[in-house]
């Protein structure tokens, strides 16, 4: 779960708006610290879902390949299906206060996104980074609950699964060989 967490480019908050309705939200994060943190304005409708309830859910998906129904039998369609996996999680948001924890937090994004470096590190006592530290809003999600799906074919028996695997290899797509590999990481 945590390797999908390092690895993912977005991730899924899931809110109640202030009117009740449900509302998801497609954004960048960083797993950091056993949390989950992400930054945008201090104002707007996600601010003051938040506000009204702090109770999240997030969610990382990652797809992997679509494996047709020929694959498996010849002539039925229910076997097509696409190979993932996802996170998902529980938690409360709450907006950080810590300038030193919102400056780790911020750095620790921009590792993640920008892992070549090329920008002066985000810390506290850095002048250019005073004004950006106050008005970028920053919230963590405490996690209370962490679990995942990974769907890589475990239900098949295990010829089904080699066969599965010996036409995503002969296919040849980029995705198919992680597919291979994660059925062999995911299954044994």
């Known amino acids: 779960m945590e390797d999908l967490l390092a690895t993912a480019d977005h991730g899924y908050l899931g809110l109640l708006t202030p009117d009740g309705w449900p509302m998801t939200v497609p954004l960048n994060f960083v797993y950091a610290d056993g ?12 601010m003051s879902s938040l ?17 047709p129904s020929y694959f498996r039998d010849p002539r039925l369609a229910c076997p097509a299906t696409q190979y993932y996996r996802c996170v998902m999680i529980r ?53 209370e609950r962490m679990t995942a799906k990974f769907k890589f074919g475990q239900n098949l028996p295990k010829s089904t699964r080699a066969q599965v695997a010996e036409r995503l ?20």
């Open 169 to 188: 290899t002969a296919r040849g797509c980029p995705v198919d060989h992680a597919t291979v590999d994660a059925i062999r990481r995911y299954t044994k």
């Open 35 to 46: 949390r989950i943190y992400f930054h945008g304005a201090g104002e707007g409708e996600k």
């Open 51 to 67: 506000a009204e309830s702090p109770r999240v859910t997030f969610t990382v998906a990652e797809g992997f390949s679509i494996v």
């Open 91 to 143: 938690g409360h948001a709450r907006v950080v206060d810590d300038v030193a924890e919102k400056a780790l937090a911020l750095q620790s994004m921009m590792e993640k996104l920008q892992p070549e470096g090329g920008h002066e590190p985000i810390e506290v006592g850095n002048p250019i980074y005073r004004k950006s530290l106050k008005t970028t809003a920053v919230v963590a999600i405490e996690i």
